[in-house]
C-alpha cells in the first residue's frame, strides 16, 4: 500500500489527503495548528466545502486517514507533500517561507531519500530553491522535488481533484516521476491526461493558468462596464462570445471582481517574479489594477446608491469570495462592508457557510442571520455579492414580502432583470440596464 504525508491540512492539503485515502493510499495529514488536528481527527472539518466531511469520515473509518501535529509519518512514507500556505507579501512576492519552514523541518529528521511534493503553488524557482537548501543541510540523503501545482477550485475541490484536467508532475529524476505516477493512478485511471515536465514548467504552468483565468473575468468585467455606458446585455454578449469554440463560456461572469486565495495573490507573484528578471507582463499588470479597482469602484457605487436613496437598514447575501466555500480571502464583502459600516448603516448579513472571519472582523458592527428570510425581514435593500444557489432560488415576492422596500443591488446577475422589475422591483445588477 502507497503512503504520503500531506504537510498542511487547509482548504489543499485536507482535500489532497482525503481524496488519495479514498482512493486507497494511506494518508497522514499533518497541521501545525492542533485545534485543526483535534477536530479533524474527531471526523469535523474545519471548512466548508460540500462532500469534504464524507469523505474524511469514511477515510478515518477505514483508518486510511491519520492527522498529526509532528512529522512522525514521514519516515515511512513514499512521497511527502507540501500544501502550506503561500501568501503575498507586502511586495507581492509569494512568501515562501511556510515551504521552507517545513523542507526545513523534514530535513532535520529525514532518515532516507525522500521524495517531496510542491503541491502549494510556488514561484519559479522554487523547487531549485528547495533542492539546493536540503542538499547543503542533508548530503547524506537524496531529495527529490516533484512540482504538482493544485488546480482544484473552492466549492467543487473533491471533484475536481478527483476528475482533474489533468495532472501536472515537474521533476527531473525518473524514479520520483514513477512514484508519483503510481500515487496519482486511481486518478488518472479514467483517462486523465498527465504532463511530465521538469520543475520549472511545471511551476509555470500554476501561474500562467491563474493569470490567464483572472484576466478572462477582468474582460468581461470591462466589457459589462462597456455594456452600462450603452444599454447592452453583458450576459448576452458572454452568451455570443461562449458559443465560438475559440472562446468557450468558463469564466466569463461578470460581477464584482475576482478574489478568493488564489487569483489575485498568483497574478501579484507572477508579474512580481517577471519584474524581477526583467521580463515584465504587461497584460497581468493591467488585469490587477484593472480588478483592485473594480473592487474599490463597485464598493463606492453601491454606498453611493444606498445613500442617494436614504436607506437606513441593509440585508448582505453573501459574505464569501465564491459561491460553496466559506473562503473571504479578498471577497468583494472586505471592500463592501467596512464601507458600510463607515457609513452608518445598520447591515444585516448572511452567509450561508457562516464565515467565521466575518465574525473576527465585524461582530458588534453588523448583525449575523441565520437566514436569508431573516436577513431580507424589514430591510430597505438587498444587495447580493456571492453566487450562492440558495439566492438564485428567490423569487420576486421572497423580496416584496419580506423587505421595507423592494430594492436588490444584484453584484452577481443571478435573476432575469425583466422578470424582476416587471414584479415592481427596484433591481440593478451588472452590466445589464
Ligand atoms: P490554507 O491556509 O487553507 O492551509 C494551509 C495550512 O497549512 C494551514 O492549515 C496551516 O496551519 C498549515 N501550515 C502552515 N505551515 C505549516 C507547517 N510548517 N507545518 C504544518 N502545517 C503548516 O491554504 P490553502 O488554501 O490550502 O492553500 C495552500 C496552497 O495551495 C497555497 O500555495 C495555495 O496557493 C495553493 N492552492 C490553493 C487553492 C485553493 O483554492 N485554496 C487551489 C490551488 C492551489
Known sequence: MMKITVIGSGYVGLVAGACFASRGIKVCCVDKDLNKINLLSSGKIHIHEPGLEEIVAHAISSKHISFAQNLDSIHDSDAIFLAVGTPSSETGEADISGVIAAAEEI???????????????????TAKKLQDLLKAKRSDIKFSIVSNPEFLREGSAVKDFLQPDRIVLGCTNSEAMEVLKNIYAPITAKDIPVLCTDNQTAE????????YLAMRIAFINEIADLCENIGADVEEVATGMGYDARIGRHYLHAGPGYGGSCFPKD?????????????????VNTVIKSNDERKERIAKRITAKLKAANIKTVAVLGLAFKTDTDDMRESISLNVIPQLIEAGFIVKAFDPSHPLEAKALWEGKITFTNSTEEALNNAEVAVILTEWSEFKLLQ????????QVARILDMRNLYSAKKMKAAGIDYSSIGRV
Open 107 to 125: 530535513a532535520e529528521i529525514a532518515k532516507r531519500d525522500t521524495i517531496l511534493v510542491t503541491k502549494s503553488t510556488v514561484p519559479v524557482g
Open 204 to 211: 509555470l504552468i500554476k501561474y500562467a493558468s491563474n493569470s
Open 267 to 283: 497574478t501579484l507573484a507572477i508579474s512580481h517574479f517577471a519584474n524581477s528578471i526583467n521580463c515584465p507582463l504587461n497584460i
Open 396 to 403: 420576486p415576492k421572497d423580496f416584496i414580502n419580506s423587505m
